[in-house]
């Protein structure tokens, strides 16, 4: 894989250790763009650039091709950082010392150098990897954290906004701006930081009138903290319960490298809030430093400057008169997985490393982003992080997904669950016999008992190339290939075939298609119901391969369970707009009349439930009762039951079969009481509540738990004695 590069770098040979030739080529810099031999006595090459990367090749006979390649971490010395690129031929060995590069630059006031190993984590867990802080990071920490009473606590004193709003379901959802909670110190954010630079005596004018030229001149840094920065109060947060908490689930966490991922990276300016004492919010200007992409071991190197004139700061630092020194702000930092096919290019983004150095190593972690390599077999290896060919993923006839594949913590438990969203499509073509270079997928309806004709996919694909800034397309592209095996060429909407190119970020070799499955273009999934799937691999020269064919079967259902919940009465009181009942005059204990709906027409409820929740108190036990003239009541709740995989069942809620005394419209009428008591007790006279409908529903998009939660739908109700 290419190494991305930033900036001005000299780039020498610095060993050969191989039998083939070797060679390296350098592209995309302003200058020292070439191919140079991969010998010892080439000379050293000076490259310029924002964005240029280097590429080892070697030629084991038949012409040159790409070579395996890893980077070392930098070092600085004798006023030089400096970094080897070590790289793996076709030979037998794998030493990854056949060429060896140095890459080495000047140290400067002015550029930054972060370097580091980039991580990925899944299972039950908080982010593991920074001690200091209890960081959360996805809708699904959030969720997790508020289920520990000390971590609620601490969130809903730091972010009570965040608590407060209920997330919607999003199968493919904007990435989530961290929430940070200090661990080891009472300060919710670190002190700002800076870097004192003395310059030459000789040189202070200077320096002063033309602070960008001050990089060019010998100097020493120190730092120093910022003196007028407000701490916080004293942090109600029970510290120690939430770090015995985070001891006992860590160890449940699976961690791997995050090899072959591009990463973005930006300099952060805290907010006026953050400035005085507030907690991190994300909300600050962000400024675009530049990207770069980890080795094959999770490895990265990526550097960026920064002007001291952009940087001057008034602060109370204690510089003397006379000293020649310069105020240089250390930045703070925030790491992005890129993700082209994300809404907004981001598959999820970093809390700051704060007050970040001139020189240091950063180690990045990440939640497991949504990627699968190839295990071999059929072609479609997975759809999102299901996989395919397995005993444990079972498609029935129409489509419809179970998976019990527990090998791994994230994978989705999914019990006849329909698919929606946006479904990661991930395939290859290693096995064939025959080099895949491009390929088409093609998408049919259920039509009756039959399906319809294919018609080609033509979603546009856009991947992350190395040494390119934005995406590159890899398809659909117009081509003439042979769509069927023995027929002629025919028009087609094709795809690049990117895996195992190392000009493209390994990341993104086995992603086929992005499959969006509320609409297409064109439309495959205007309504639910069943669409297939086909992908064909194709030579160089347009040919069928043979082999090279799969397909799968998906039942789509984008819509959402109906839930309502029109009217409550007790006794002969009818509610309203500012419902208010009274127990005077009612039996002990009052009964409530509830209409309500919860209907999933295609039977993929999971479960629906009619609660009830009493003021400040939380949930409030209740049962179902006779209607006044002895009238049966409806289920309160109901719970899909899993057979057959391959002959699903199915849940509708409160219509016929599930509920045989619903209405026309599919309303049910409930009688309820307390569990135990009345609605208040003796020494309450009033007491606000609140009946609640709502349910979940079993679809997924590959990645979520395969059942989202919809409602409540609340009728809100005041109750006296």
Same mark, same amino acid.
């Not at 929430?179 to 202070?204: C, H, K, T, Y």
């Not at 109370?316 to 310069?326: M, P, Q, Y």
């Not at 208040?680 to 979520?704: E, W």
């Given at each position: 894989?290419?190494?991305?590069?930033?900036?001005?770098?000299?780039?020498?040979?610095?060993?050969?250790?191989?039998?083939?030739?070797?060679?390296?080529?350098?592209?995309?810099?302003?200058?020292?763009?070439?191919?140079?031999?991969?010998?010892?006595?080439?000379?050293?090459?000076?490259?310029?650039?924002?964005?240029?990367?280097?590429?080892?090749?070697?030629?084991?006979?038949?012409?040159?091709?790409?070579?395996?390649?890893?980077?070392?971490?930098?070092?600085?010395?004798?006023?030089?950082?400096?970094?080897?690129?070590?790289?793996?031929?076709?030979?037998?060995?794998?030493?990854?010392?056949?060429?060896?590069?140095?890459?080495?630059?000047?140290?400067?006031?002015?550029?930054?150098?972060?370097?580091?190993?980039?991580?990925?984590?899944?299972?039950?867990?908080?982010?593991?990897?920074?001690?200091?802080?209890?960081?959360?990071?996805?809708?699904?920490?959030?969720?997790?954290?508020?289920?520990?009473?000390?971590?609620?606590?601490?969130?809903?004193?730091?972010?009570?906004?965040?608590?407060?709003?209920?997330?919607?379901?999003?199968?493919?959802?904007?990435?989530?701006?961290?929430?940070?909670?200090?661990?080891?110190?009472?300060?919710?954010?670190?002190?700002?930081?800076?870097?004192?630079?003395?310059?030459?005596?000789?040189?202070?004018?200077?320096?002063?009138?033309?602070?960008?030229?001050?990089?060019?001149?010998?100097?020493?840094?120190?730092?120093?903290?910022?003196?007028?920065?407000?701490?916080?109060?004293?942090?109600?947060?029970?510290?120690?319960?939430?770090?015995?908490?985070?001891?006992?689930?860590?160890?449940?966490?699976?961690?791997?490298?995050?090899?072959?991922?591009?990463?973005?990276?930006?300099?952060?300016?805290?907010?006026?809030?953050?400035?005085?004492?507030?907690?991190?919010?994300?909300?600050?200007?962000?400024?675009?430093?530049?990207?770069?992409?980890?080795?094959?071991?999770?490895?990265?190197?990526?550097?960026?400057?920064?002007?001291?004139?952009?940087?001057?700061?008034?602060?109370?630092?204690?510089?003397?008169?006379?000293?020649?020194?310069?105020?240089?702000?250390?930045?703070?930092?925030?790491?992005?997985?890129?993700?082209?096919?994300?809404?907004?290019?981001?598959?999820?983004?970093?809390?700051?490393?704060?007050?970040?150095?001139?020189?240091?190593?950063?180690?990045?972690?990440?939640?497991?982003?949504?990627?699968?390599?190839?295990?071999?077999?059929?072609?479609?290896?997975?759809?999102?992080?299901?996989?395919?060919?397995?005993?444990?993923?079972?498609?029935?006839?129409?489509?419809?997904?179970?998976?019990?594949?527990?090998?791994?913590?994230?994978?989705?438990?999914?019990?006849?669950?329909?698919?929606?969203?946006?479904?990661?499509?991930?395939?290859?073509?290693?096995?064939?016999?025959?080099?895949?270079?491009?390929?088409?997928?093609?998408?049919?309806?259920?039509?009756?008992?039959?399906?319809?004709?294919?018609?080609?996919?033509?979603?546009?694909?856009?991947?992350?190339?190395?040494?390119?800034?934005?995406?590159?397309?890899?398809?659909?592209?117009?081509?003439?290939?042979?769509?069927?095996?023995?027929?002629?060429?025919?028009?087609?909407? $094709?795809?690049?075939?990117?895996?195992?190119?190392?000009?493209? =970020?390994?990341?993104?070799?086995?992603? /086929? *298609? @992005?499959? &969006?499955?509320?609409?297409?273009?064109?439309?495959?999934?205007?309504?639910?119901?069943?669409?297939?799937?086909?992908?064909?691999?194709?030579?160089?020269?347009?040919?069928?391969?043979?082999?090279?064919?799969?397909?799968?079967?998906?039942?789509?259902?984008?819509?959402?369970?109906?839930?309502?919940?029109?009217?409550?009465?007790?006794?002969?009181?009818?509610?309203?707009?500012? $419902?208010?009942?009274?127990?005077?005059?009612?039996?002990?204990? =009052?009964?409530?009349?509830?209409?309500? /709906? *919860? @209907?999933? &027409?295609?039977?993929?409820?999971?479960?629906?439930?009619?609660?009830?929740?009493?003021?400040?108190?939380?949930?409030?036990?209740?049962?179902?009762?006779?209607?006044?003239?002895?009238?049966?009541?409806?289920?309160?709740?109901?719970?899909?039951?899993?057979?057959?995989?391959?002959?699903?069942?199915?849940?509708?809620?409160?219509?016929?079969?599930?509920?045989?005394?619903?209405? $026309?419209?599919?309303?049910?009428?409930?009688?309820?009481?307390?569990?135990?008591?009345?609605?208040?007790?003796?020494?309450?006279?009033?007491?606000?509540?609140?009946?609640?409908?709502?349910?979940?529903?079993?679809?997924?998009?590959?990645?979520?738990?395969?059942?989202?939660?919809?409602?409540?739908?609340?009728?809100?109700?005041?109750?006296?004695?």
């Amino acid at each position: 894989m290419a190494i991305p590069m930033q900036g001005a770098w000299t780039v020498s040979v610095k060993s050969k250790n191989a039998a083939f030739a070797q060679r390296f080529v350098i592209a995309g810099a302003d200058s020292g763009n070439g191919t140079y031999a991969g010998d010892v006595i080439t000379p050293a090459v000076l490259v310029t650039g924002d964005n240029w990367h280097i590429q080892i090749q070697n030629n084991p006979g038949g012409g040159f091709i790409d070579s395996a390649d890893q980077i070392k971490f930098p070092t600085a010395s004798g006023g030089q950082y400096q970094f080897d690129i070590e790289s793996n031929d076709t030979g037998g060995d794998e030493d990854f010392n056949d060429l060896i590069l140095t890459c080495s630059t000047p140290i400067t006031a002015t550029d930054f150098v972060v370097y580091g190993s980039a991580t990925s984590y899944s299972g039950l867990c908080f982010f593991p990897c920074r001690r200091d802080w209890l960081i959360i990071d996805s809708w699904a920490a959030l969720g997790r954290a508020l289920t520990y009473p000390p971590i609620r606590k601490a969130i809903e004193t730091l972010y009570p906004e965040r608590v407060r709003v209920k997330p919607i379901p999003q199968p493919d959802p904007p990435p989530f701006v961290p929430m940070m909670i200090p661990l080891d110190e009472n300060r919710l954010i670190p002190p700002r930081r800076v870097q004192v630079i003395r310059l030459p005596g000789e040189n202070a004018n200077r320096a002063r009138a033309r602070p960008t030229e001050a990089a060019r001149q010998p100097f020493r840094v120190r730092t120093a903290a910022i003196t007028d920065v407000t701490a916080g109060a004293t942090l109600a947060i029970d510290r120690v319960a939430i770090g015995s908490i985070l001891d006992r689930v860590i160890p449940i966490c699976t961690t791997q490298t995050l090899a072959g991922f591009p990463i973005s990276f930006e300099e952060y300016d805290r907010t006026g809030t953050e400035l005085g004492g507030g907690a991190y919010s994300g909300t600050g200007n962000r400024e675009n430093l530049g990207q770069t992409v980890t080795d094959r071991n999770g490895n990265y190197v990526f550097r960026f400057s920064r002007s001291i004139a952009e940087f001057i700061e008034e602060s109370s630092i204690d510089v003397g008169t006379g000293e020649d020194e310069v105020v240089q702000s250390m930045p703070d930092l925030i790491a992005k997985v890129l993700d082209a096919m994300a809404p907004g290019g981001v598959a999820f983004e970093s809390a700051p490393y704060w007050n970040v150095p001139v020189f240091k190593r950063v180690d990045l972690c990440f939640p497991k982003p949504a990627r699968m390599g190839c295990q071999g077999g059929r072609n479609i290896q997975s759809l999102g992080a299901i996989r395919l060919g397995i005993s444990d993923t079972v498609f029935d006839g129409d489509g419809r997904i179970t998976c019990t594949d527990m090998s791994l913590s994230d994978v989705p438990q999914a019990r006849c669950a329909a698919w929606a969203g946006k479904v990661r499509l991930f395939g290859c073509f290693i096995g064939s016999g025959t080099a895949v270079t491009q390929y088409t997928i093609r998408h049919r309806r259920k039509v009756g008992m039959g399906f319809g004709a294919w018609e080609f996919y033509q979603e546009g694909m856009f991947l992350q190339k190395i040494g390119f800034l934005q995406p590159q397309q890899i398809g659909p592209f117009d081509r003439n290939l042979e769509v069927v095996n023995g027929g002629g060429m025919i028009a087609a909407k $094709a795809y690049d075939n990117i895996e195992q190119n190392l000009a493209w =970020a390994a990341s993104d070799w086995f992603l /086929k *298609a @992005v499959i &969006n499955t509320a609409g297409g273009s064109p439309a495959y999934a205007p309504s639910p119901g069943t669409v297939q799937f086909q992908i064909q691999g194709y030579d160089a020269a347009g040919n069928f391969v043979v082999g090279a064919t799969d397909t799968v079967t998906m039942y789509i259902d984008n819509t959402i369970p109906d839930l309502d919940l029109p009217s409550v009465q007790m006794g002969a009181q009818t509610g309203g707009d500012c $419902a208010l009942f009274s127990l005077t005059g009612e039996p002990d204990p =009052a009964k409530l009349t509830v209409l309500f /709906k *919860a @209907v999933q &027409n295609r039977g993929f409820l999971g479960s629906y439930s009619l609660t009830v929740r009493k003021g400040n108190i939380g949930g409030f036990p209740i049962k179902s009762t006779t209607g006044p003239a002895g009238e049966a009541s409806g289920a309160l709740s109901g719970t899909y039951t899993h057979g057959s995989a391959v002959n699903c069942g199915q849940l509708f809620g409160t219509r016929p079969p599930d509920e045989p005394l619903a209405d $026309a419209a599919d309303y049910v009428t409930a009688y309820i009481i307390p569990d135990s008591g009345n609605w208040l007790s003796p020494d309450q006279p009033f007491c606000t509540f609140s009946v609640n409908v709502g349910a979940t529903m079993r679809r997924t998009n590959g990645y979520n738990s395969a059942e989202d939660s919809f409602g409540p739908v609340q009728y809100l109700l005041g109750i006296q004695q």
